[in-house]
T-cell receptor
Framework: AQKITQTQPGMFVQEKEAVTLDCTYD???????LFWYKQPSSGEMIFLIYQGSYDEQNATEGRYSLNFQKARKSANLVISASQLGDSAMYFCAMTQLQGAQKLVFGQGTRLTINP | DADVTQTPRNRITKTGKRIMLECSQTKGHDRMYWYRQDPGLGLRLIYY???????NKGEISDGYSVSRQAQAKFSLSLESAIPNQTALYFC????????????FGSGTRLTVV
């Protein structure tokens, strides 16, 4: 079974600072994908970034990067130069890339950016 | 129009009532999912379907049923709603060939009183 753990229920960061949101995962699969989603107060789920287990380079998407450490089974999200609009709930998720491909989510981290 | 449309967006219903949440998609994806979100628990999978004839239970299927009426439509039913089914419900789709391409609907906020 797959499991995602996000140990930070809440984070408070000053605007323009970088922030790292932690995510660890547990799986016996060799082939899997890792995701980060943002959920603003309006409720929709916004896809941010994806990392495949066989990708050697860390994924980047604009101000978002995924710090993938396979041996430690961690997939932390790094947001550079945080903005007020980054205040939201953030979810880490994973899926098998073979077999029953279901997206499994962590509990989420609520990020608040202070001006 | 949204790629994945959920109706209704908000619903208040009484304990014991039957209620259906509907999801339709224009992505052409073969895989559809229903998730439930509760504070502090993230999103949990209720049911998923890989095609019209393939329906599977997720981790919290008790009290729920689903129907895949067509490739583009996947409905979630609460046969007899209870207050602890109050939650935010999401429908999602994905494509077998592009596994990182999950698309979520806007969610249905359900309150059972």
């Amino acid at each position: 079974a797959q499991k995602i753990t996000q140990t930070q229920p809440g984070m408070f960061v000053q605007e323009k600072e970088a922030v790292t949101l932690d995510c660890t995962y547990d799986t016996s699969d060799q082939s899997y994908g890792l995701f980060w989603y943002k959920q603003p107060s309006s409720g929709e789920m916004i896809f941010l970034i994806y990392q495949g287990s066989y990708d050697e380079q860390n994924a980047t998407e604009g101000r978002y990067s995924l710090n993938f450490q396979k041996a430690r089974k961690s997939a932390n999200l790094v947001i550079s130069a945080s903005q007020l609009g980054d205040s939201a709930m953030y979810f880490c998720a994973m899926t098998q890339l073979q077999g029953a491909q279901k997206l499994v989510f962590g509990q989420g981290t609520r990020l608040t950016i202070n001006p | 129009d949204a790629d994945v449309t959920q109706t209704p967006r908000n619903r208040i219903t009484k304990t014991g009532k039957r209620i259906m949440l509907e999801c339709s998609q224009t992505k052409g994806h073969d895989r559809m999912y229903w998730y439930r979100q509760d504070p502090g628990l993230g999103l949990r999978l209720i049911y998923y379907s890989f095609d019209v004839k393939d329906i599977n239970k997720g981790e919290i299927s008790d009290g729920y049923s689903v129907s895949r009426q067509a490739q583009a439509k996947f409905s979630l039913s609460l046969e007899s709603a209870i207050p602890n089914q109050t939650a935010l419900y999401f429908c999602a789709t994905s494509d077998r060939d592009r596994l990182y391409g999950y698309t979520f609907g806007s969610g249905t906020r359900l309150t059972v009183v």
